[in-house]
């Protein structure tokens, strides 16, 4: 099924280990994103992308890295956990950075960092 | 103050009763989108609004662009409608998002 591809599901790190989240999509969306969803505060833009090979930074893009090789996929870094990491991330992708058509999210990661 | 602001957090109602979820933001936007997560988790766009009004089903959403001031209606609601109903602005490239509603409709 068309959509967006968002793996681990689950993940428990160790305070100072790196991870990466995969994103894929296979809508040929130009813009994706990387949100964090923390309760109580809603959903936070991390990074995000209006094509391959070109990135930018959200609300809160400390701790993370990203890059954008292709159209299709968005991974994102986790340099060094740290518990304030904890938190349920989102990969979501659309058309343009707009939202037309509206967004297409991945299911989410949660991710423990003890 | 958060630039996305939506009431009521918590909203309780019956089967079959009018929703009516408000979103107030701050800053100028490029557009607006209503969001709905699962108790699953799953999150799914169920409009954009630039400006005026869009329907699809029972919902319809309205924007006031003068006002910074868009509203969710959800007509004859049923416990399939149970969810967190979230309102997110766009600016430019970045979005900011309200922290959302918790709607649970009893039958």
């Known amino acids: 099924n068309a959509g967006v591809t968002q793996t681990p599901k689950f993940q428990v790190l160790k305070t100072g280990q790196s991870m990466t989240l995969q994103c894929a999509q296979d809508?040929?969306?130009?813009?994706m994103s990387w949100y964090r969803q923390d309760p109580g505060m809603g959903l936070r833009l991390i990074h995000y992308?209006?094509?391959?090979?070109?990135?930018d930074q959200g609300e809160v893009p400390n701790g993370y890295n990203v890059s954008r090789s292709t159209t299709e996929d968005f991974p994102l870094r986790l340099l060094s956990a740290a518990p304030s990491q904890t938190s349920v991330y989102f990969c979501?992708?659309?058309?343009?950075?707009?939202?037309?058509?509206?967004?297409?999210f991945g299911s989410g990661t949660r991710l423990t960092v003890v | 103050k958060n630039e996305v602001e939506q009431s009521p957090q918590n909203l309780t109602a019956q089967e079959g009763e009018f929703i009516t979820i408000n979103c107030s933001y701050s800053?100028?936007?490029?557009?607006l989108h209503w969001l709905q997560q699962h108790p699953g988790g799953g999150i799914v766009s169920l409009f954009m609004?630039?400006?005026g009004k869009k329907k699809h089903g029972r919902l319809i959403a309205t924007i006031n662009i003068q006002e910074k001031h868009s509203s969710l209606h959800i007509t004859a609601s049923h416990p399939r409608d149970s969810a967190v109903y979230i309102c997110?602005?766009?600016?430019?490239?970045?979005?900011?998002f309200g922290a959302g509603t918790r709607l649970t409709v009893k039958p």
């Open positions: 979501a992708s659309s058309y343009s950075a707009k939202g037309s058509g509206g967004y297409t």
């Open positions: 809508m040929n969306h130009e813009y």
């Open positions: 992308s209006v094509g391959a090979g070109i990135t």
């Open positions: 800053v100028g936007i490029s557009a």
């Open positions: 609004l630039s400006s």
């Open positions: 997110a602005v766009g600016l430019d490239n970045d979005m900011r």
